[in-house]
């Protein structure tokens, strides 16, 4: 689903997501300034969300994750890597304390 402009977002009825945990993500995403920095967002797996991000990579977050806690790791991950880095940044690790960064094949 692609939202337009001023019109209201709607889920599909079997969303693995709600719309509330999406204002949850969406709320959490612009507390921490990084709306600007999303590039997109997949919902088409039924246990984890992946977010685009940066440009360069693909973020896996489960949906019952702490989004706020989940998002700041993000940004602490993204701090320890070289700006040329792209690749997917794993969130849904069962240690919650832990990001995993697997590079991209170039």
Same mark, same amino acid.
């Given at each position: 689903?692609?939202?337009?402009?001023?019109?209201? &977002?709607?889920? %599909?009825?079997?969303? %693995?997501?709600?719309?509330?945990?999406?204002?949850?993500?969406?709320?959490?995403?612009?507390? +921490?300034?990084? +709306?600007?920095?999303?590039?997109? &967002?997949? &919902?088409?797996?039924?246990?984890?969300?992946?977010?685009?991000?940066?440009?360069?990579?693909?973020?896996?977050?489960?949906?019952?994750?702490?989004?706020?806690?989940?998002? +700041?790791?993000? +940004?602490?991950?993204?701090?320890?890597?070289?700006?040329?880095?792209?690749?997917?940044?794993?969130?849904?690790?069962?240690?919650?304390?832990?990001?995993?960064?697997? %590079?991209?094949?170039?």
């Amino acid at each position: 689903v692609i939202p337009a402009v001023s019109a209201r &977002l709607e889920l %599909p009825e079997d969303s %693995p997501i709600t719309l509330e945990r999406l204002g949850q993500l969406l709320s959490a995403m612009e507390r +921490l300034e990084m +709306l600007g920095r999303a590039d997109g &967002l997949d &919902l088409s797996d039924r246990s984890d969300l992946v977010l685009g991000y940066d440009g360069r990579f693909q973020v896996i977050i489960s949906y019952d994750a702490d989004f706020d806690y989940k998002l +700041l790791c993000l +940004l602490e991950a993204v701090k320890c890597l070289e700006p040329n880095e792209r690749g997917t940044i794993r969130l849904n690790m069962k240690e919650a304390n832990k990001a995993h960064f697997i %590079p991209a094949s170039e």
